[in-house]
């Protein structure tokens, strides 16, 4: 049971990248499913968050209008869409599942945005 994140890389101010993070071993359909993020030498922070209960995903102030959090019909792969990157979103980016029974991390990716 794991989850591995994908799609991290080098990309300059104001590009896209398009972050994976598939499941292995159970279905994200019973999951609260986040991204995170911890820049050096910061505290992780909460980037965007979707729920199993339905409803509006969360974002924090710092990404709204800029990054999208999804999931794929098949339940396996959830997606963070990050449009217009500035260097301090610079960061490793990990996806996290929870729910009442059990939560798991995924190893991180790297982000880099730079010129």
């Known amino acids: 049971v794991q989850l591995v994140e994908s799609g991290g890389g080098l990309v300059q101010p104001g590009g896209s990248l398009r972050l994976s993070c598939a499941a292995s071993?159970?279905?994200?359909?019973?999951?609260?499913l986040s991204w995170y993020r911890r820049a050096p030498g910061k505290e992780r922070e909460l980037v965007a968050a979707?729920?199993?209960?339905?409803?509006?995903?969360n974002y924090a102030d710092s990404v709204k209008g800029r990054f999208t959090i999804s999931k794929d019909n098949n339940e396996i792969t959830v997606y963070l869409q990050m449009n217009s990157l500035k260097p301090e979103d610079t960061a490793v980016y990990h996806c996290y599942a929870r729910n009442y029974l059990s939560d798991y991390w995924g190893q991180g990716t790297q982000v880099t945005v730079s010129s």
């Open positions: 979707i729920s199993t209960a339905g409803g509006s995903p």
């Open positions: 071993g159970f279905r994200i359909s019973r999951y609260d």
